[in-house]
């Protein structure tokens, strides 16, 4: 038995980079928010600037290789020297850092008269990310390895680590921040596009480091507040009947399920897992199947991750528990 | 023109410039550090913190400017031109006056780009 989810689990990790490619963009060159766009538009200028500054390099040389060979008087030798090596890259280089710091108040608009309403709260754990929506009215709703924003509403993120250095960033979003432990870094961003984007760990921070990932997804303002309102209650599917197997294998010393007796805070909150677009922090379908491989064989989805393998449960009861987890929507 | 130094012979002058630039980049940065980690202790408003990045500014950019300017005239006012690679005392001296001429281009450029952020900052971020 351990064999065959050790095998469909590697199969389903090889599966998912392909299919998490067709349906989330991660580049950074297909901005959808305010912030990515001026970080694009950044990346444009510096690159079209380095290449005329390369293509007048290169081709003085050639000129002075191939076309011209003659030995060029001193005095304007000095000239060249002057103009083209100090007073041309001290006046451009001025010019593209005035550039780029005239970029920043934008990037970061905390000190503007309106506060953004929504804050989310994202701490990154080893190798996960705990999720925690702050909505201006009303309790804060506790989710994972996901996060909805409205689109075309600004938004602050509040950045946090548990245990070593993280780094959240959503190319097509806005820019990268570090997650410190013992610091809370702030970063804002707004989407102008609705879809769904990936974002990945961008600081090296354990052995599952390339295994942990982000979903955003970016809807409606009103679609989104009638989501958060969803997930503020717990699901409908509950109730059901896997519920009592994920008790009474211990699933709830680690995880939360809202509205059962699973109460753990050590892994994700799970309460409404069924609705997220990816399973394992963004390596997985979200599919039964994956859901199954994951309980049986953590250890091999995402070695060094703290939820151990379940492998000596029964088959039935792992299928009954994902069919379970995935109907909390 | 009692202002204006003698003309010495030793190898401190040639650090003048970059000894500015160094201590002009620690006010903007520790200043700016102190003020935005305890803004109540300073008291003052961080427009008042930009003012004070400007005035050193100012100060540092008039310092390295009469360091070029006595390099200038160490180096024989631009009558000479490099390499000064003789092995004579007066081309020691002019290639000294010229090294530290660039070095004071250098730093005047550096002081100019570790100012540059109070331009547009407007508030400290934590």
Partial sequence: MGRYFSLSAASLLLASGSAGAQTSTQSALESAGAEAQQIEMLFWVMLSGGTVIWLGVVGLLLHSALVNRRRLAEKSASSIILWGGVVFPSVTLCALLAYALWLMPGLRPFAQASPAALRIEVTGRQFWWEVVYHPPLGPPVASANEIRLPVGERVELTLKSADVIHSFWIPPLGGKMDMIPGRTNRLSIMATKAGLFRGPCAEYCGTSHALMALSAVAMAPEAFRSWLAAQAIPAEGAGASGGALFLRHGCGSCHVVAGTDARGLIGPDLSHIGSRATVAAGILPNTEDAVASFIARSDLIKPGSRMPAFDMLPPDDIRAIAAWLRGLR | ?126
């Fill in chain 2, 1 to 126: 023109m009692w202002l204006v130094p003698k003309q010495i012979e030793t190898l401190w002058t040639l650090f003048t410039a970059p000894v500015v630039w160094a201590a002009h980049f620690l006010v903007c940065y520790i200043g700016a550090a102190i003020y935005c980690a305890k803004p109540e202790l300073v008291g003052l408003s961080f427009s008042a913190v930009r003012a004070g990045i400007a005035a050193a500014t100012v100060i540092a950019l008039s310092l390295i400017a009469l360091s070029a300017w006595l390099a200038w005239r160490q180096w024989g006012l631009g009558t000479d031109d490099p390499p000064h690679d003789d092995p004579t005392r007066r081309d020691r001296t002019l290639f000294q006056g010229f090294a530290t001429l660039l070095l004071s281009g250098l730093s005047f450029i550096a002081v100019i780009f570790t100012a540059m952020p109070a331009l547009f900052l407007t508030e400290c971020i934590r």
